[in-house]
């Protein structure tokens, strides 16, 4: 009976109180960007076995902000450690909701340039043109990207350059993983992100749902 009550209340945490999210696999860039000084660096943890959510890691100097994806739900958890020499312990901000249907990309206005050399490596150039016309660039972002064993490539590149390849009208194969990315504009590099880490790990985080503050 005893064992009975508590597989109750387990339950009960899972459905009710609590969101579980498990992560098996960690990916990390350094990033360099016109739009701050020195490096920071980009954590994205994945469920190699559900890629509808995921966990980002945004740190510099001593400050360091993070935010929760669930696809599933449209919704985004935002959180934070003010100092990391501090705490290691996130503190959790907000939750906002997002419509997945909502793409602010005019997709007619891009192009894609796809090439694989003999080696593991693709490249990929996406092409924001002015307008539909395409004789003009308004920016391109250059992937280098190797195979890899799930589907990451359109989550890291929303992640990592907050872009386009997640509308539906793009198609691209999402089974490789970015090594390196470069976002040019005005014949200057603006930011890149080169692969540093890609580790297994076996971690569990929870969202206690009586907790949720949700904004606009």
């Not at 016109?34 to 490096?39: R, S």
């Not at 890291?156 to 504009?185: A, M, R």
């Amino acid at each position: 009976m005893t064992k009975f009550i508590g597989i109750v209340l387990f339950l009960f945490c899972q459905n009710v109180l609590c969101q579980e999210y498990h992560f098996d696999r960690l990916i990390q860039y350094k990033e360099t960007s016109v739009a701050f000084t020195g490096n920071r660096l980009v954590t994205v943890l994945f469920n190699s076995n559900n890629t509808s959510y995921y966990f980002v890691n945004r740190n510099w100097n001593d400050e360091l902000d993070a935010y929760l994806v669930d696809n599933n739900l449209n919704v985004t958890h935002v959180y934070t450690i003010d100092d990391i020499k501090k705490s290691k312990d996130y503190e959790y901000l907000y939750s906002k909701r997002f419509n997945p249907d909502n793409c602010s990309i005019d997709c007619s206005c891009i192009s894609i340039e796809e090439s694989k050399n003999a080696g593991q490596f693709s490249k990929i150039l996406m092409i924001k043109h002015i307008n539909k016309k395409k004789k003009k660039k308004e920016y391109e972002i250059e992937v280098i990207s190797k195979p890899y064993e799930f589907a990451v490539l359109k989550p890291l590149i929303e992640i990592l350059q907050h872009h386009f390849l997640f509308c539906e009208e793009i198609k691209v194969d999402g089974y490789s993983i970015p090594t390196w990315i470069k976002l040019n504009k005005g014949g200057q590099i603006k930011s890149e992100q080169s692969l540093v880490l890609d580790n297994a790990i076996d971690v569990n985080f929870s969202v206690k749902k009586k907790d949720l503050v949700f904004r606009e």
